[in-house]
């Protein structure tokens, strides 16, 4: 079944500092869908990419969905401490099931 | 969006026993998904609830360990059945939204002793 690597495990950052993680898949993707866990909560919804190319940005958050469909990004600008948490990528494999990958741990310095 | 509220938030367990989980959602959906969250890891899918049909299980999970119950539209249950150390866990239930991606349920943390 599909399958997303996500990239880095984790990464400490000085607040101010940017952030990227990045999703990858061997086979093309029909979507990608971005998750954001803060310590102890529950994973929340942030965004789903469809089209190739694709660029979004939600304030200091920007996701990209790559050409051919196969990565994915997500950028922080000039973390706070309020970004703290895992973030995970995820596919809409159809059928309703949705697969995650591994996250990445943001820490944030102050 | 879906308000999602599900119980217990936590509990401690003996081994052998069975805990039961519920979720209930402020509107009629569909299909209700129960995930499981081991410490430090991913999400891994246990089962697609759908209501008035036989949960779907995910390779793995099978129903006699996970049985999932869905009377209705807004609600579902999962019994983590026989319980070990190993199903110590965040276990979370889900809905989907409508413009794609999943709500999830505050979680019930596992701990068997």
């Known amino acids: 079944g599909q399958q997303v690597m996500q990239i880095p495990q984790y990464q400490h950052v000085q607040e101010g500092e940017d952030f990227t993680t990045y999703c990858n898949s061997s086979?093309?993707?029909?979507?990608i869908q971005w998750y954001k866990q803060r310590p102890g909560g529950h994973p929340v919804f942030l965004i789903q990419l469809v089209k190739s190319g694709e660029v979004k940005k939600q304030k200091r958050l920007t996701f990209q969905f790559g050409e051919a469909k196969k990565n994915s990004s997500l950028h922080i600008t000039a973390t706070q401490t309020t970004d703290v948490g895992t973030y995970f990528c995820?596919?809409?494999?159809?059928?309703?099931?949705?697969?995650f990958g591994a996250g990445t741990r943001l820490f944030v310095k102050a | 969006s879906a308000v999602i509220s599900q119980k217990p938030s936590r509990d401690i367990c003996q081994r052998g026993t069975s805990l039961t989980i519920q979720c209930q959602v402020d509107s009629q959906v569909t299909m209700m998904f129960w995930y499981r969250q081991q410490p430090g890891q991913s999400l891994t899918l246990i089962a697609t609830a759908n209501q008035g049909s036989e949960a779907t299980y995910e390779s793995g999970f099978v129903i006699d360990k996970f049985p999932i119950s869905r009377p209705n539209l807004t609600f579902s249950t999962l019994t983590v059945s026989n319980m070990s150390p190993e199903d110590s866990s965040i276990y979370l239930c889900?809905?989907?939204?409508?413009?794609?991606?999943?709500?999830f349920g505050s979680g019930t943390q596992l701990s068997v002793l």
């Open positions: 086979t093309t993707l029909s979507n």
């Open positions: 889900s809905v989907g939204q409508g413009n794609g991606g999943l709500f």
């Open positions: 995820a596919v809409d494999t159809g059928g309703f099931k949705t697969i």
